[in-house]
């Protein structure tokens, strides 16, 4: 739990290695254990054959550190270029991941980390990442070089403000005169007041800025009381910020899905940042996020790719109402959405997440048939048993699972269900493929027996993911949409866990060429950055609610934040990643590398059954394997799995006895090695205590 200070400039040329060493000599004289970086030299020198950085010399002189020049400074480019032009002259890349290693194995070494930043924030370091993404990275707030001379204000200011665009905190301004020339000194008022930032002062030129003359000069010209305090308070701040929060969250939260009592008596863990698959908290402890945040992010965390179209997006507008008006983003989103959707769906009613679009798909479908059949008498749905469409009330009703449901059965309305295709726990005894997929046939037996009654079926197509990541064997969805269709009874698909390629496919339906009469999507959509959901339709059922508006077809339903533009635009962002990256048959590809991960799971005393669908992976543990006698849910055998998981450092979430693993498809086939590998030595570990 330590902190560090990243030294930038407003400018190349600026004195930011004087500067830097001056502090980092100082913070020594002081007592604190301080360690140096430099991520990248560029215009490093040629010193007996060997490319050396005299910055990180001079670094390391004045901080007295003694840590491997590897990590100090992992990359040295001898073109005097940005890094990201040096390495590209020298058919190199710069490896983020392997600064972002080397800063934290220093990190653990020392009170305090004095990083020097090359040329200004906006120096780009890869084709994507700029100097000050790597403060942030680093969770290191930036100290500000300027220059005292004309025009200071407006570079300072300038890169305060792309710190707080980058999303960086200022620590201070520092203001340099590297040049002989004097010019009155800056307003340090007006610039604290606009950065929000302290000036700690001027130091002024130096003819020969080394050694001790340097350290006096620059703790004379500076208020370094004020320094020092601020550094004081940083460190602190670390420290005390995970006590403060976890005492906050108890005292004030309400968590979802979460018995208070048992989240009280917890430890709390504090989610500060994020990057590619790593979560990591407040305390430094960092995580591998198992289940792509609940099954929502897709190319990993702070992609920014994805932060920029948000960026972007803000610039013009984050929301105006949809009611009586539109916008662009999401005009430009509904017309992507028809294109990658099963032919038919030609119609997007936006909510904002997986309940809503649910609660919009049911309405939709029961006023259908008031539009339809005058005299209807379809006041029912068919869905199945487990299943889980969301937490409002009408998404409820049509939910089956009796822990979250059943208390609120007196409010809901009318649903039948049919039992779930859970071969594992078949509901007729049959064994799959000689069962001819007969649990099916009880569809056609429920919608038979109340003929008429039924104004729609709902399904989660091919995985019931809530219920314990229940995979229906192929062919079960398209034999349902087909006796819904022969019955004259409408098809709802609930794609919000399973769509945008979670199963190999971009939805769920393709694989078995199903368009339904409605589909429902959430989750990946925005690929796990903001919230937003779509209720899409075929054509015939819009054109049911056309007509003149005395005829009250009029769909009376919507939500304030609907078709909100950040969420439409970052949608639009994450679908075009999706296609251009290749990212359907990278998930391809991956899971089938998961499967072959997956099988020595089997050994396992205590794991009944595996069930994979693409990165869709549910691991069910048993009391005896033999007889498949389930745990009983009051030994928590799940839950245990995942907190020893997360003492391991991978975040999972169990739903029952099923251990989930529901990576984003970002996740490289190491880090799912990594996955699973936790995820094998937690099971065992639990279910051998049992
Ligand atoms: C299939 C399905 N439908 C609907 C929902 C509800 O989504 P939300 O939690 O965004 O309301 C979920 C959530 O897990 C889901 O898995």
């Known amino acids: 739990m330590n902190t560090g200070i990243f030294v930038t400039g407003v400018d190349t040329e600026i004195g930011k290695t004087t500067i830097a060493g001056a502090l980092a000599a100082i913070l020594n004289d002081e007592g604190y254990d301080v360690g140096v970086m430099k991520p990248v030299q ?26 491997p020049a590897e990590l100090v400074n992992p990359y040295l480019f001898k073109a005097p270029l940005s890094p990201y032009h040096a390495a590209k002259k020298e058919n190199a890349k710069i490896d983020i991941d392997r600064i972002l290693e080397a800063y934290h194995n220093l990190q653990k070494l020392h009170d305090i980390m004095i990083v020097e930043g090359a040329g200004g924030l906006m120096v780009p370091l890869t084709d994507e990442v700029f100097i000050g993404d790597l403060a942030r990275m680093m969770g290191a707030p930036a100290l500000v070089v300027a220059h005292p001379y004309l025009g200071c204000i407006n570079h300072t200011l300038m890169t305060t403000m792309a710190a707080d665009m980058l999303g960086v905190e200022t620590f201070g301004i520092v203001f340099n005169q590297c040049m002989a020339k004097k010019y009155p000194e800056p307003d340090f008022e007006l610039l604290s007041q606009k950065s929000q930032a302290p000036v700690f002062g001027l130091v002024e030129y130096m003819e020969k800025p080394e050694g001790k003359t340097l350290v006096n000069h620059v703790r004379s010209s500076l208020d370094i009381p004020r320094f020092l305090q601020c ?15 976890e005492q906050r969250d108890k005292k004030y939260i309400w968590h979802p899905f979460t018995q208070m009592k048992d989240w009280i008596e917890s430890h709390v863990t504090i989610i500060e940042s994020g990057r590619g698959l790593t979560l990591k908290d ?41 009611l009586g008006l539109s916008n662009a983003p999401a005009v430009d989103l509904a017309e992507k959405l028809v294109e990658i959707t099963p032919e038919g769906l030609c119609k997007v009613f936006y909510s904002d997440d997986g309940s809503t679009a649910v609660e919009a798909a049911v309405k939709m479908s029961y006023q259908y048939w008031r539009h339809m059949e005058p005299d209807t008498k379809r006041d029912r749905f068919l869905a199945v048993s ?10 409820v009703s049509v939910g089956g699972i009796d822990v979250y449901h059943s208390t609120f059965k007196d409010i809901l309305f009318k649903t039948e269900f049919v039992p779930a295709p859970y071969c594992y726990r078949c509901p007729m005894d049959k064994m799959y493929p000689e069962c001819s997929i007969a649990c099916a046939d009880l569809v056609d037996s429920a919608l038979t027996t109340n003929r008429g009654l039924f104004a729609a079926m709902i399904i989660e197509p091919l995985v019931q993911c809530p219920a314990g990541i229940i995979t229906a064997p192929h062919g079960y969805l398209k034999k349902a949409r087909d006796i819904c269709q022969d019955h004259n009874v409408l098809f709802i698909a609930d794609e919000v866990a399973v769509g945008f390629g979670r199963t190999g496919r971009m939805f769920a339906c393709e694989h078995e060429s199903v ?15 903001l919230p937003l959901a779509a209720t899409m339709t075929t054509s015939k059922m819009f054109d049911a609610f056309i007509g003149d508006y005395e005829e009250m077809k009029t769909f009376f339903h919507g939500h304030t934040y609907t078709a909100n533009q950040l969420a439409c635009a970052t949608a639009l962002e994450n679908i075009s990643m999706i296609k ?45 394997k033999s007889t498949r006698e389930p745990y009983d849910w009051s030994e928590r055998v799940g839950v245990k799995t995942s907190m020893e998981a997360k003492r391991r450092g991978l975040i999972v979430r169990p739903l029952g006895n099923v251990m989930v693993l529901f990576p984003a498809p970002a996740s490289s086939i190491s880090q799912l090695g990594e996955m699973t590998d936790i995820l094998y030595d937690s099971i065992l570990k639990i279910t051998s205590q049992e």
């Open 515 to 529: 368009t339904p009469d409605i589909m429902t999507m959430s989750k990946s959509i925005t690929g796990g950055l």
């Open 386 to 395: 487990n299943a889980y469409h969301g937490d409002t009330i009408g998404a």
């Open 231 to 245: 550094v004081k308070e940083a460190i602190k701040g670390a420290r005390g910020r995970q006590k403060s929060y």
């Open 580 to 624: 251009e990256n290749g990212v359907i048959e990278q998930i391809q590809e991956k899971s089938a590398e998961l499967a072959d991960m997956l099988v020595r799971f089997a050994d396992l005393d205590h794991v009944g059954d595996i069930r994979q669908r693409g990165l869709i992976v549910g691991i069910e543990m048993v009391r005896d």
């Open 42 to 67: 560029s215009g490093a020198v040629s010193l007996d054959g060997k490319l050396v950085s005299e910055d990180t010399r001079f670094l390391k002189k004045m901080s007295k550190s003694r840590d």
């Open 282 to 322: 407040v305390t430094g402890a960092e995580y591998l996020d198992g289940h792509s945040s609940y099954w929502c992010n897709v190319h990993g965390h702070s992609n920014h790719r994805l932060n920029n179209a948000v960026k972007k997006q803000l610039n013009k507008i984050s929301h105006s109402t949809f």
